[in-house]
């Protein structure tokens, strides 16, 4: 972190004859990506261009490292992270045109979690800078990426416990429905920082002359004030999402539910909302990523999570330190997604095998 870096171009940084195989393997697959070729062979291309440069990395590091040096760095560059957004950008576009399955692409997700842990565990990547990182904070790591955890998930659940009822609510009742969307929109319009700002004021104010409240944990800076800011957040998502869904329920559907003697709430419980359902968790999964990301700011008002780590390197220009929070964020969100969106999938085939 002290010294200047020594930059090594990538026949520098690996074995003699391992660096022209990996040049040769990355231009293979990056003229299949130019030009019109078969999916198959891009999502070959692409995952063996990923796997390649997740195992010379490590190679390259071990190699680079000095015997019996344990304070020098070896610190990927700008090029390889650009390769890997490259490749996973390619990976991610053939994936989406190939259709899969929801359960083939959960599979697709465990495969690349265990070979990435396969990595880990195996210590090839042990040099890298990254993990140096890790090694110093490991503790801190896992609690930070608790609260990270829990801010994200935690708010999400306050969000989804008052916004289906109130999304119901405003579905049944047009008179509140444009106000209530209105306000929401309002929050979600205000930056992040402000609204962690805005909010330190009265809950400091809340903690002081409240009794009881600071015993709760209520304060003005903490956890308290993030966990409010991200539900604040999530509620537009749910419940635009919930009007959406009752709205889109077949009129065929409650008219035969009606015939059937079935009282408003056995229509809403039974009818509407399973068929809502699959629209309503496309809200969730909205919320669930957006607020994996912005767990991060938290850590600005003293919440916790990966962004203690961000900041701290973005204080102490330490590159590897804002990786070791931005990489789990980024994995997160993109993890969640995937699950989210399979589970999607699911229940709307589901709803449509019910209905058919």
């Given at each position: 972190r002290i010294v200047p870096g020594e930059a090594r171009s990538i026949l520098d940084s690996l074995p003699a004859a391992v660096g022209p195989l990996l040049l040769a393997i990355l231009f293979i697959a990056a003229i299949i990506a130019l030009l019109k070729t078969p999916l198959v062979l891009r999502l070959a291309a692409s995952v063996i261009a990923l796997a390649a440069l997740a195992i010379l990395i490590g190679v390259a590091g071990s190699f680079l490292m000095p015997e019996g040096n344990t304070f020098?760095?070896?610190?990927?560059?700008?090029?390889?992270?650009?390769?890997?957004?490259?490749?996973?950008?390619?990976?991610?576009?053939?994936?989406?045109?190939?259709?899969?399955?929801?359960?083939?692409?959960?599979?697709g997700?465990?495969?690349?979690?265990?070979?990435?842990?396969?990595?880990?565990?195996?210590?090839?990547?042990?040099?890298?800078?990254?993990?140096?990182?890790?090694?110093?904070?490991?503790?801190?790591?896992?609690?930070?990426?608790?609260?990270?955890?829990?801010?994200?998930?935690?708010?999400?659940?306050?969000?989804?416990?008052?916004?289906?009822?109130?999304?119901?609510?405003?579905?049944?009742?047009?008179?509140?429905?444009?106000?209530?969307?209105?306000?929401?929109?309002?929050?979600?319009?205000?930056?992040?920082?402000?609204?962690?700002?805005?909010?330190?004021?009265?809950?400091?104010?809340?903690?002081?002359?409240?009794?009881?409240?600071?015993?709760?944990?209520?304060?003005?800076?903490?956890?308290?004030?993030?966990?409010?800011?991200?539900?604040?957040?999530?509620?537009?998502?749910?419940?635009?999402?919930?009007?959406?869904?009752?709205?889109?329920?077949?009129?065929?559907?409650?008219?035969?539910?009606?015939?059937?003697?079935?009282?408003?709430?056995?229509?809403?419980?039974g009818v509407e909302f399973p068929l809502a359902f699959p629209v309503i968790l496309t809200g969730i999964r909205i919320v669930l990523v957006q607020n994996i990301g912005l767990a991060t700011i938290a850590a600005l008002i003293g919440g916790g999570g990966f962004g203690v780590f961000v900041f701290q390197g973005v204080g102490q220009t330490a590159m590897d330190l804002v990786l070791l929070g931005a990489v789990p964020t980024v994995a997160m969100a993109f993890a969640a997604a995937i699950i989210l969106d399979a589970v999607i999938e699911m229940t709307a085939t589901k709803r449509r095998v019910e209905t058919a």
């Open positions: 020098a760095r070896i610190s990927p560059a700008s090029g390889f992270w650009l390769l890997i957004f490259a490749f996973t950008l390619l990976l991610a576009d053939v994936l989406t045109r190939l259709n899969l399955s929801p359960w083939a692409r959960l599979g997700l465990v495969i690349a979690a265990l070979a990435i842990g396969l990595l880990l565990a195996s210590g090839s990547w042990n040099s890298l800078s990254i993990l140096k990182e890790y090694a110093n904070r490991a503790d801190s790591f896992w609690a930070e990426g608790s609260k990270h955890v829990t801010l994200a998930l935690g708010s999400l659940a306050a969000a989804v416990v008052v916004g289906l009822p109130l999304g119901i609510l405003c579905h049944r009742v047009d008179k509140i429905r444009a106000g209530v969307l209105n306000v929401l929109n309002i929050i979600q319009t205000v930056p992040s920082i402000a609204l962690f700002g805005l909010l330190i004021a009265p809950l400091g104010w809340v903690a002081t002359h409240v009794p009881g409240a600071a015993a709760l944990g209520i304060r003005g800076i903490g956890t308290t004030p993030a966990f409010l800011a991200l539900f604040l957040y999530s509620l537009l998502p749910v419940v635009a999402n919930t009007v959406v869904g009752l709205a889109g329920v077949p009129r065929a559907a409650n008219d035969a539910a009606r015939g059937m003697g079935m009282t408003d709430r056995q229509r809403l419980f």
